[in-house]
């Protein structure tokens, strides 16, 4: 067996060193920028590797290894604003790149919102949030671990086939500088190990797979756990049915109920908003959920999949309500945005920071998914959303699914090639629950939904 060491996952010591070699260079890019004429400058700068391996009937399919770099110059003449990039932190190339996104700057159109977030608003502490957990991988443990999952799920009965497992690691560093004098340095390590599995034979066939993603692969369940959940999973769906068009309760399982939140999201972000592309348009303060939903935003999770001190600006980030007593709060924004919209930046600039959806229900009971699925009685429940029909302007929804048909609180069969419609608006106030079977996978944090009432449409 190999030294397990990965030479090419960044150690603890070597992470801060190149850190601070990307501060320097970015503070540098930001003076020297500043010294060509820019009357503001930030920069971005990140350096990525990893290690992916694909397994598939015990054999090796793939082995990859990464190491990427990248950097990002915008400069701002008055309310001029050029931007350039490079993959090569050469000197030649840092020359070009100023250079270039000067040259652009002096070219565009005035823009009275563009310009850096304001200066206040700049983060000043930066708590460990720990997020850097290296992984020690090399390629022949990954080939072991994803033969292990493969071969749990490939001893299920039902299991005919297989697309494989796959193995990956990876770590990220990243600085952010600006002419304000801000400079923060941000580090984090992402793990995956999924399965993918065929059950049944010819027409009746089904695949289906799981897999886990963590920051510290010590989170990881049994590895053999993640290849048999994915064959159960598989097992599950064979003898699908269609059904009839008809309206019914549905249950959002919470690999997919996040997604949900993720549409509320984007309808409340500025760049749908100030383009007047929001079916929440104006509704900052009035209710978009019933009165027994909160979503908060808490971007200081410990290990978070989205936590940061700070946002794509700088700006300081703060736990905050997005929505109360289900009344919507405010808006997701960066200072573009804000200001286009007449309002201040909330330090969302590149997204939202781990996202939590609190469960209860409209008769003010938590329960799990089992105390879901009892709650409906008689519904859908979706594990599985295709396509994209969803439109954040209208609010209109119409996605494929499958799943399962529920009766008497017990799943009587899987279903598939259906449809489930509806409306956004009408979707969230029709919400009855929300359960404690919270998938951590996600910077969404959310457990399964019950919404009242859909179309669903089949046969």
């Known amino acids: 067996m190999k030294n397990e060491m990965n030479i090419d996952i960044v150690t603890a010591d070597a992470s801060v060193a190149e850190l601070e070699r990307l501060a320097e260079l970015a503070d540098d890019v930001v003076r020297r920028a500043r010294a ?141 500088a600006n002419s304000h004098g801000f400079v923060g340095r941000e580090r984090g390590t992402h793990h995956s190990i999924s399965c993918s599995l065929i059950a049944g034979q010819g027409d009746a066939m089904q695949r289906e797979g799981w897999y886990e993603y963590v920051r510290d692969a010590s989170a990881f369940p049994a590895f053999a756990s993640i290849g048999v959940k994915a064959a159960e999973r598989a097992a599950a769906r064979l003898d699908a049915r269609k059904l009839s068009t008809r309206d019914c309760a549905v249950l959002f399982a919470p690999e997919v109920a996040r997604s949900l939140v993720g549409h509320l999201v984007s309808a409340a972000s500025g760049g749908s908003l100030y383009r007047r592309a929001s079916f929440l348009l104006d509704h900052a303060g009035k209710p978009v959920l019933p009165a027994f939903v909160d979503v908060l935003e808490k971007p200081f999770l410990p290990r978070g999949h989205a936590s940061g001190t700070f946002d794509a600006e700088g700006v300081a980030t703060r736990e905050s309500a997005l929505v109360e007593r289900g009344v919507l709060q405010r808006y997701v924004l960066g200072s573009y945005s804000a200001r286009k919209l007449g309002l201040q930046t909330t330090g969302n600039a590149g997204g939202v920071h781990n996202l939590v959806v609190e469960p209860g229900s409209v008769d003010g009971e938590a329960t799990d998914f089992r105390g879901l699925l009892q709650r409906m009685g008689t519904g859908l429940l979706v594990t599985e959303l295709i396509g994209q029909g969803v439109s954040i302007i209208t609010g209109d929804y119409s996605r494929g699914a499958a799943g399962f048909w529920i009766e008497n609180g017990e799943i009587a069969y899987p279903v598939q090639e259906i449809t489930i419609a509806g409306n956004l608006r009408d979707m969230f106030m029709g919400l009855h629950a929300i359960g404690t079977d919270v998938d951590p996978r996600s910077s969404i944090l959310a457990g399964s939904i019950l919404i009242g009432r859909m179309t669903v449409a089949g046969e």
């Open 36 to 176: 060509a004429g820019a009357s503001q400058a930030e920069v971005s700068a990140s350096v990525s590797t990893g290690l992916s391996v694909n397994v598939r009937l015990g054999e090796v399919e793939t082995v990859e290894r990464n190491r990427d770099r990248g950097f990002g110059l915008t400069v701002y003449f008055g309310q001029r604003k050029g931007s350039a990039s490079t993959a090569d932190l050469k000197a030649a190339s840092i020359d070009a790149t100023i250079a270039q996104a000067c040259a652009i700057a002096r070219y565009t159109e005035p823009d009275s919102c563009a310009g850096l977030a304001d200066a206040a608003l700049m983060q000043t502490t930066f708590p460990d949030l720990d997020l850097w957990h290296p992984w020690p991988l090399d390629v022949d443990r990954a080939i072991d671990i994803g033969r292990e999952v493969e071969a749990a799920g490939r001893d299920h009965v039902a299991i005919t086939n297989s697309e494989g497992a796959s193995v990956q690691c990876g770590d990220a560093l990243g600085v952010y």
